[in-house]
């Protein structure tokens, strides 16, 4: 069993730490170095920029991914956002044309596109967001002031679209004037709201508005059905007028050619023509209660009694 039994201090006193001292040493300093070098490298990844500054200064801006490497002690590194951001511009009262005050609520889609300028002029994206926000609330404010109310929230009558992409280019070129390295994609205005105390005499007024144009269709649909009836009685008329001179014009060709066609039929024994318009007298002159008082040598009587000749 003493065998197996080690004595620490007998170990000890053979390991030579002398000879290891310098190896040891390397390599702590090795890993000291390596652990410097991994604390001074950074990555860019694809939608951030990162500025290197030296001393406070912007040295450098890299956008394209990858490994990079920073100056240790006089370099720092910050990082920028490379994407499309949106910023809801704070709600303000404005002033209309027509001295109606309203509130109004906008947002903004915007970018960086020069990083070093941005830095430099602006330092930070807060600071960025507030003087665009500034740069809108003046363009809105102004572009609003210009058209009436109801311009504004009629959707017959809106100007916004055009209003949206008049603000988005004054913005972009006061912007660009001050070199602030930021562009505005887009500015939208989401709603608009009246302050509480104008909102119901505003609604009364709109809905007094909405009933006198629905009045007006109305009147109109009137006159309009009117018109159509009298036009429309106007070609029956005409049209009854045309068939009533055709039927004339028909009826009286008939009736010519029933008078050639009796002439000349009637026309071949007189005798019997003359008895013929006898009996049609007697057929419209004589009916159950007829009392004739003539001549007993009247041809008429004579005709009565069955004399022919």
């Given at each position: ?82 994407y ?18 309203m509130?109004?609520?906008n947002?903004?889609v ?23 926000a ?23 009558n ?5 209003l ?15 070199q ?60 009854l ?45 004589i009916?159950d ?21």
């Amino acid at each position: 069993m003493s065998d197996n039994i080690y004595d620490i201090n007998e170990q000890k006193r053979s390991f030579n730490w002398k000879r290891h001292k310098k190896p040891i040493i390397f390599g702590v300093i090795i890993l000291l170095l390596l652990s410097f070098i991994i604390s001074n490298l950074f990555i860019v990844k694809e939608n951030e920029y990162r500025a290197v500054r030296q001393f406070g200064e912007v040295v450098k801006i890299i956008d394209e991914p990858g490994l990079n490497y920073k100056l240790p002690f006089i370099q720092t590194v910050s990082t920028l956002p490379k994407y499309q951001m949106m910023y809801d511009v704070s709600k303000a009262e404005i002033n209309t044309k027509d001295k109606k005050r309203m509130i109004i609520d906008n947002y903004a889609v915007w970018r960086i596109e020069d990083p070093k300028k941005m830095i430099t002029n602006l330092r930070t994206t807060e600071n960025a967001e507030a003087k665009m926000a500034e740069f809108i609330f003046s363009i809105v404010r102004s572009e609003l002031g210009k058209l009436d109310y109801d311009e504004i929230i009629n959707d017959e009558n809106s100007s916004r679209g055009s209003l949206n992409e008049r603000v988005t280019e004054k913005v972009n070129n006061l912007l660009e004037r001050d070199q602030f390295g930021i562009i505005v994609k887009d500015v939208r205005m989401k709603r608009t709201d009246l302050p509480d105390e104008n909102e119901e005499s505003v609604f009364t007024r709109m809905i007094s508005e909405r009933e006198t144009k629905a009045q007006q269709y109305l009147s109109q649909g009137d006159a309009e059905k009117n018109r159509i009836i009298a036009n429309t009685d106007k070609e029956v008329k005409q049209l009854l007028a045309k068939a009533e001179a055709d039927a004339e014009k028909i009826r009286a060709e008939g009736e010519k050619d029933a008078a050639l066609i009796y002439n000349e039929s009637f026309s071949k024994d007189a005798g019997f023509y003359s008895l013929y318009r006898t009996l049609n007298s007697y057929k419209k002159t004589i009916d159950d209660e007829t009392v004739i008082i003539l001549p007993k040598d009247s041809p008429y009587a004579r005709l009565l009694m069955g004399y022919l000749d």
